[in-house]
């Protein structure tokens, strides 16, 4: 009977709040609004003891989940314009005016140079930031699940180092990569000089550089293993040739002979587009008992010095024969 009395004594008010059903100062959302919309005691209790704390928890990993997702949208759209912006500013304007007027097709290979280094940078780093920001959201749901995340951080930071120590190459293949793309040092069709190889690139990824030389070897070297690197294919490049003729030859006249000769071939319709400055004869390179040798130099564009020298060394040696200068021994 006294319970009785106690019980009628306490308002209905004070048993009826969200606060009391839910038996918490400050009840969950879930809970709050069950009992706001039903005001039934058994089922505010039912939901309290068996689904407010999974929905709260999955509404969290929702909410998270989402969040992480619109950040790596955002950092991925970020990146695809700062990778772009950076290979666009890598070629001078002053070349892309010049392959622009005289070089039909070749503003499109340079922006396809351009599109495929802007791609490969964009990867990797799109790449890394969805490690940094799903890995960051995976690690905060598995903690609102109720997981100790601390013995799984020790055994990761164990295995990093192992790992770390293991893979010191790769590290550095890879960073020395992702530096070769963002300075655009070397790319797909560009003739360079490693040291230990020298020849045309074909592909090129974050480990490793293949290349093939003249005798149609195919090189694979390790990013990290190229310590310098010659780029006969950038900008502009430059045909040097020796021509060796006679000791008794006369200078000023193999000189004048050397330079319109190579002036005819620069105003040649098929070789105008890949000469960029007039020809230039340097003079006398060496000298030795039996010979001399002259220097000529041509500025072309980059990838043709091989092909320019070539067509030269022809000319040259039928204007020898019309002039009747003899050719004298390589010095």
């Known amino acids: 009977m006294l319970l009785n009395l106690v019980s009628l004594q306490v308002p209905w008010g004070d048993k009826g709040t969200p606060e009391t059903m839910c038996h918490s100062a400050e009840p969950s959302v879930g809970c709050r609004l069950v009992w706001n919309v039903s005001h039934d005691e058994g089922f505010t209790d039912f939901f309290r003891t068996w689904l407010d704390k999974p929905l709260n928890t999955l509404v969290v990993i929702v909410l998270t989940a989402a969040v992480a997702l619109v950040l790596r949208r955002i950092a991925h759209r970020m990146i695809d314009r700062v990778t772009l912006r950076m290979a666009e500013s890598t070629i001078s304007e002053r070349v892309k005016e010049r392959t622009r007027t005289h070089f039909e097709g070749s503003p499109a290979l340079l922006s396809q140079r351009r599109a495929s280094r802007a791609k490969t940078i964009g990867s990797v780093l799109r790449s890394i930031a969805s490690i940094m920001i799903l890995g960051t959201a995976a690690f905060s749901i598995l903690g609102n699940l109720g997981l100790n995340l601390a013995p799984i951080l020790a055994s990761a930071s164990v295995i990093g ?14 960073l020395s990569g ?20 020298k020849g045309t690139v074909e592909a090129v990824s ?12 195919v090189w694979y070297v390790p990013n990290g293993e190229i310590k310098h690197v010659g780029n006969e294919s950038q900008n502009w490049g430059r045909a040097v040739l020796d021509i060796p003729v006679g000791v008794t030859e006369d200078v000023e006249k193999v000189k004048a002979l ?21 020809p230039s004869v340097w003079g006398v390179q060496s000298l030795a008992e039996d010979a001399l040798t002259i220097r000529v130099v041509i500025k072309t564009l980059p990838g043709k010095q091989a092909e320019t020298a070539r067509e030269l060394r022809e000319r040259v040696k039928v204007a020898f024969d019309r002039a009747g200068v003899s050719v004298g021994p390589t010095v």
Do not use: C, H
Not at 178 to 189: A, C
Not at 258 to 278: F, H, K, N, V, Y
């Open 206 to 217: 974050l480990r490793v550089t293949r290349m093939r030389d003249v005798n149609g070897i």
């Open 258 to 278: 050397l330079q319109s000769t190579a002036d005819e071939m620069g105003s040649d319709p098929a070789w105008d587009a890949l000469i960029l400055e007039r």
């Open 161 to 174: 180092v192992a790992v770390g120590f293991g893979a010191q190459n790769i590290v550095k293949d890879f």
């Open 178 to 197: 992702l530096f070769m793309l963002l300075e655009d040092q070397y790319g797909v069709g560009d003739v360079i000089d490693v040291g230990t190889a």
